[in-house]
């Protein structure tokens, strides 16, 4: 029971960094990259994303 739901979180975080990837003003390559990484490896990649992945918005203005 308890690896389920671990499994459910990896699930949720990782459905999150793809989101915010996917909505970042970055390149499409940098956006393939990382959605590569956190298909991959899920929970690694998801620990990668967190410190070095893609900040900000399409939106912003900086």
Partial sequence: MEYGI???IVLVLNIYALVKTW???VSLGAKLVWT???LVLPVIGF???FFAGPRGSAHATA
Avoid: A, F, Y
């Fill in 36 to 38: 590569l990484l956190i």
């Fill in 6 to 8: 671990v499994g459910l």
């Fill in 47 to 49: 620990i990668i994303w």
């Fill in 23 to 25: 909505t970042s003003g």
